[in-house]
């Protein structure tokens, strides 16, 4: 019996076994956070925020290959410091950030330059609490849409403020973006080898001229780090056990 030919893939997606790649971000100095260092090295049940998510993504069953952290260019020795105390033998490269979030990737993205084809992940380094489940779904996904990231429907009513007022907005056509935002690698290097706009909040806004992304279901509790009512939630999730 003769076999079947395999499933042709798109043009411009990966081949089926291209490895799974991840940038962490955590170049970023934390100012709403208000701390007194950035709030990727506050302590999240006595470890390091950023420690939390390294291990996330260090989960053999999501098999990524290569992880870069991305830090920002004076924090270096603070994290190399932290690693040693905190016994981390977790591979992963270190790469010094730029002044925006943009900037950051961008370096993290270099880091990668060996890899012709793969999948990577974008992910901020201070969602420590972002669950196997939400990261499988954004590399399924990128493998067959080549643009993927993570998104929840607002909880809230939303309105529109402008100088006449506030308008309500039909919530159920927003989304509010989460990380990973994950891509088939050379689509990334072309979307940021364009330059940077003041909208370019996250990765999905970079690619949008050039591809499709297609949002996959996010998780309430993965939430960003950002202001220190967020860091005794993440204390709380964890505590209980609910945080994936
Ligand atoms: N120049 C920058 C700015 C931000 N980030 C990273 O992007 C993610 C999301 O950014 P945000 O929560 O805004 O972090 P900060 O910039 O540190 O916080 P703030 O805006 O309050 O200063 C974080 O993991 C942050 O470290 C980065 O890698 N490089
Ligand atoms: C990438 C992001 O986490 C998606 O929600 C977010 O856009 C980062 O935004 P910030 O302005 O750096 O907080």
């Known amino acids: 019996m003769k076999t079947p030919p395999l499933p042709r893939q798109a043009p411009g997606l990966p081949s089926l076994n291209a490895p799974r790649l991840a940038i962490l971000v955590a170049g970023g100095s934390g100012t709403r956070m208000g701390a007194d260092r950035p709030k990727q090295f506050l302590l999240l049940r006595g ?3 950023l420690l939390h998510t390294l291990r996330r993504f260090a989960d053999p069953a999501l098999r990524v290959a290569e992880m870069v952290v991305v830090l920002p260019k004076d924090q270096l ?3 190399q410091a932290l690693c040693a105390e905190f016994a981390v033998t977790i591979p992963h490269r270190l790469v010094a ?3 925006t979030r943009w900037a950051s990737v961008k370096a993290g993205l270099a880091a990668l330059v060996a890899y012709p084809e793969g999948l990577v992940a974008v992910h901020d380094g201070v969602r420590p609490l972002v669950s196997r489940a939400v990261v499988e779904r954004t590399y399924a996904a990128a493998a067959t849409h080549a643009a993927a990231a993570a998104a929840v429907l607002p909880k809230d009513s939303v309105r529109l403020v402008s100088p006449h007022g506030s308008a309500a907005q039909n919530r159920s056509r927003l989304r509010l973006m989460q990380t990973p935002q994950t891509f088939e690698i050379d689509l990334l290097r072309r979307a940021y080898a364009m330059p940077e706009l003041a909208n ?4 999905a806004t970079v690619v949008d001229d050039l591809c499709r992304v297609q949002l996959v279901e996010g998780d309430y509790r993965n939430l960003k780090i950002t202001t220190p009512e967020d860091l005794l939630v993440a204390e709380a999730l964890l505590s209980s056990g609910s945080a994936g």
């Open 77 to 79: 020795t603070t994290w």
């Open 47 to 49: 470890e390091p925020v």
């Open 200 to 203: 370019f909040t996250d990765d």
């Open 97 to 99: 950030g730029g002044g």
